[in-house]
Nanobody, 116 residues
Framework: QVQLVESGGGLVQAGGSLRLSCQAS????????LNWYRQVPGYERELVAG???????SLADSVKGRFTMSRDNTKGTIDLLMNNLKPEDTAVYFC??????????WGQGIQVTVSS
């Protein structure tokens, strides 16, 4: 059974930092593309950052220069380091593992709240 479990969310003041982690199990981790998404109630889920199985990274324009994503294929973890957080970063953040159009797994989501 595939499981993705997020941790590290919470409440932080604007300008602060948080590190989100996602622990994966039950899948051949190193062959999956890994992503962090976020969602605000009433809005579509937004891709924040991704690392391909080849190690190529991408970041949404809104978080470039502030967020860093990394993966550890040995431990089966992916991290999202979020610096200089802004109130508009407030959302539920989701860990995602995907391979092709049919293999797509999600964590349960974790709340990040940035106060002004």
């Amino acid at each position: 059974q595939v499981q993705l479990v997020e941790s590290g969310g919470g409440l932080v003041q604007a300008g602060g930092s948080l590190r989100l982690s996602c622990q994966a199990s039950g899948l051949p981790f190193r062959v999956y593309d890994l992503n962090w998404y976020r969602q605000v109630p009433g809005y579509e889920r937004e891709l924040v950052a991704g690392i391909s199985s080849f190690g190529e990274t991408s970041l949404a324009d809104s978080v470039k220069g502030r967020f860093t994503m990394s993966r550890d294929n040995t431990k089966g973890t992916i991290d999202l380091l979020m610096n200089n957080l802004k109130p508009e970063d407030t959302a539920v953040y989701f860990c995602n593992a995907a391979m092709g159009p049919k293999l797509d797994f999600w964590g349960q989501g974790i709340q990040v709240t940035v106060s002004s």
